[in-house]
């Protein structure tokens, strides 16, 4: 299936000159001169991928990518910003607020497009990682199915229980901050402090019983699940 990118630029020539490239690489384009278009679009259309002006007319292009790592639905599209801007200070504020990567103009297509390959891949293999299902003992964790059973015995875990364990095995043994894992759930509705966190482990520990020990608190930082069961 062909990838979905949005251009987002005020450059004429730039725009023109980005989508004859993308779709002669078999990307499916959409150009907008400006963020807000952009915007409307963005959640009914959902871009695999994003290329970003900064200087704007109206909304920069920084409060359009704060705008969409800030959003539930948009926060994991990828963004990378094409700018005149060079200096160290607008590239390292791009990246802080969100951008995957920063290019320069002018730019070599070359550099762009294997950029833009790149990131698809590491997509890809994020979300083949992410449905591995994986297995502790005689625990079950199944992400395409959002099932957590024990010696074949279905536990009951809601949505956000279920994404804070399969973050903390996917990444057993190194230790988590609360605000850690809650970046791995994203439910900013939900999230009240570093309470929250801690009873929402509470809770995973108790469904999974004797498992319940391979969580650790660790005293100070947060929490990690541990790479062997006693």
């Not at 002669?24 to 907008?32: L, M, N």
């Not at 290329?51 to 909304?59: A, E, R, S």
């Not at 083949?128 to 957590?148: G, T």
Request: glycine residues 6%; hydrophobic residues 40%.
């Amino acid at each position: 299936m062909s990838k979905t990118i949005f251009i987002v630029d005020d450059e004429p020539d730039i725009l023109n000159l980005l989508g004859f490239i993308l779709s002669e690489e078999g990307y499916t384009v959409h150009e907008f001169t400006s963020g807000e278009e952009a915007l409307k679009k963005i959640e009914l259309i959902k871009p695999d991928l994003i290329t970003l002006d900064l200087m704007l007319p109206g909304m920069s292009g920084l409060e359009i990518c704060k705008i969409i790592k800030s959003n539930l639905n948009t926060w994991n599209i990828p963004i990378i910003v094409l700018s005149s801007r060079s200096e160290e200070f607008d590239i390292l504020t791009g990246l802080t607020v969100g951008c995957d990567d920063y290019i320069t103009k002018p730019f070599s297509e070359k550099i762009l497009l294997a950029k833009i390959k790149s990131i698809f891949l590491k997509e890809e293999r994020k979300t083949a990682e992410s449905n591995l299902i994986l297995k502790i003992k005689d625990m079950l964790i199944d992400p395409d199915r959002f099932e957590i059973s024990i010696k074949g015995k279905l536990l009951n875990f809601t949505a956000t229980e279920f994404k804070i364990l399969h973050f903390l095995a996917k990444n057993t043994g190194r230790v988590y901050t609360r605000d850690q894992i809650f970046e791995s759930f994203k439910e900013t509705d939900f999230y009240s402090g570093d309470r929250s966190i801690d009873i929402l482990i509470g809770r995973i520990r108790k469904k999974l019983g004797n498992y319940g020990r391979l969580i650790e608190s660790i005293y100070g930082v947060g929490y990690r699940l541990k790479e062997y069961y006693e």
